[in-house]
């Protein structure tokens, strides 16, 4: 038998990986992006956590929270597999149509 709170913590760290599946994260309020990796919680269980292991001052992971945006942490960028992802990344570029002053084109 399972005791309910081992049940509750691993649903909640469940919850967290899949809020993160393919995406980057953010902690807090701050601007830097950073590359995502599991790392050990509590005992077997893995939560989603910045690859650069930069700390969070808290044992509340969810200040880490997912982004699309591309990663911008120099030191994730450090890795070889980070800067190939950020590499890999295609963003949405807009098409412009330039116009000349006259309407030309």
Do not use: K, Y
Not at 1 to 7: A, C, E, F, Q
Not at 16 to 39: E, I, K, M, Y
Request: glycine fraction near 8%; include cysteine; charged fraction near 20%.
């Amino acid at each position: 038998m399972t005791d309910p709170l081992s049940v509750l913590l691993e649903g909640t760290a469940a919850h967290a990986r899949q809020r993160f599946d393919q995406r980057n994260g953010r902690l807090g309020s701050s601007t830097t992006v950073h590359a995502v990796h599991l790392q050990r919680w509590l005992g077997d269980m893995l939560i989603p956590a910045p690859s650069c292991h930069v700390g969070t001052g808290t044992w509340d992971f969810t200040r880490f929270e997912p982004t699309n945006d591309p990663v911008t942490c120099g030191r994730c960028l450090r890795s070889p597999q980070v800067r190939q992802a950020a590499a890999d990344h295609v963003s949405p570029q807009l098409e412009l149509e330039l116009v000349s002053p006259e309407g030309s084109r």
